[in-house]
């Protein structure tokens, strides 16, 4: 039976492409356990997943369940935009505005940015916490920049905006797996699952 990695996030998105991500390392996702709303004010991603994943494992320990538990915090940092929406990417605009609303939101604040300068890029940092309760890390990074209008429907959060260097679909427009390859979140998880040897 392969071991159960336990997410703390209430993304669906990130859910969604940790079960496949973990498969490909022989891992599962762990179901979806409530745990306390944490306020992610640490000041940096790494710090933020910390606290996610510590939300978690005290929820686990409460329950009597030895695993591993992980979270996630990722952002887009827009060059052009001195690196926001960052950290507070979850956030853009106010936490009222829907996806379509927030997107809106930064296409407008980079509207006169001409497209040679809408470089960007996704970061991802994770902390997971084994059963014994030692911490790990790992990072992941994709450039790319970001385009005039919409593009996709695939995907979530930014994806319709994030076209990666060396595409020309967007996040939105590719596949899973197409997205898989390329992407911040797994990069960051093969970091992760190096650095605890799995
Ligand atoms: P949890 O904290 O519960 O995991 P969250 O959505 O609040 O969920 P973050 O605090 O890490 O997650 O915020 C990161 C935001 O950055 C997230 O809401 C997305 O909008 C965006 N983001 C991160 N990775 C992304 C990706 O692969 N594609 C599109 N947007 C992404």
């Not at 494992?57 to 887009?76: C, K, M, N, P, Q």
């Not at 084994?130 to 990072?139: A, I, K, V």
């Not at 385009?147 to 939105?172: H, I, K, N, Q, S």
């Amino acid at each position: 039976m392969s071991e159960c990695f336990f997410l703390a996030s209430t993304n669906e998105g990130k859910r969604a492409e940790f079960a496949a991500l973990l498969a490909e390392h022989g891992l599962e996702l762990g179901a979806s356990l409530p745990y306390p709303e944490v306020e992610e004010n640490a000041g940096d991603y790494l710090g933020n997943a910390a606290l996610k994943a510590a939300a978690l494992h005290s929820e686990l320990v409460r329950l009597g369940i030895s695993a591993t538990v992980f979270a996630d915090d990722s952002g887009l940092e827009i060059d052009a935009l001195d690196g926001a929406p960052g950290i507070r990417s979850a956030r853009y605009g106010g936490v009222e505005l829907t996806w379509p609303q927030r997107r809106a939101r930064l296409l407008a604040a980079i509207a006169e940015v001409p497209a040679p300068q809408r470089s960007a890029y996704f970061h991802c940092a994770l902390l997971a916490i084994d059963e014994r309760g030692r911490r790990y890390q790992g990072f992941g990074e994709t450039r790319g920049s970001i385009v005039l209008a919409e593009r996709g429907e695939a995907g979530f959060g930014y994806d319709p905006l994030f076209l990666p260097d060396g595409e020309r679909r967007t996040f939105a427009e590719m596949s899973a797996p197409e997205k898989a390859r390329a992407s911040h979140r797994a990069r960051a998880l093969r970091d992760l699952v190096a650095a605890m040897g799995r």
